[in-house]
């Protein structure tokens, strides 16, 4: 079916007025840094909608903090499945 109405394609073609916000945190022996960072980022005004934090081969205890982190604050939605 084809259409002329000039209206439905102004419509269909409005920007999205919903704010998404993604953060990647690169992370290397930052075990004592990530609590402060974790309670900054849910004292923003835009929540961000997914916070990756990549550990990049750290020698202190990163990753338990990132997974306390997780318990924490965040639900992990891969989890879920």
Do not use: H
């Not at 916000?21 to 990530?34: D, G, H, K, Q, W």
């Not at 750290?58 to 989890?79: G, V, Y």
């Amino acid at each position: 079916m084809r259409t002329t109405d000039k209206s439905f394609y102004e419509s269909s073609c409005e920007p999205m007025k919903t704010t998404y916000l993604i953060v990647v945190t690169p992370a290397r022996n930052e075990e004592n840094m990530l609590p402060d960072l974790a309670m900054d980022m849910t004292n923003q005004s835009v929540k961000p909608v997914v916070w990756v934090i990549v550990d990049d081969g750290s020698n202190d205890k990163t990753w338990l903090r990132i997974k306390d982190l997780e318990n924490e604050f965040f639900l992990d939605q891969r989890s879920q499945t």
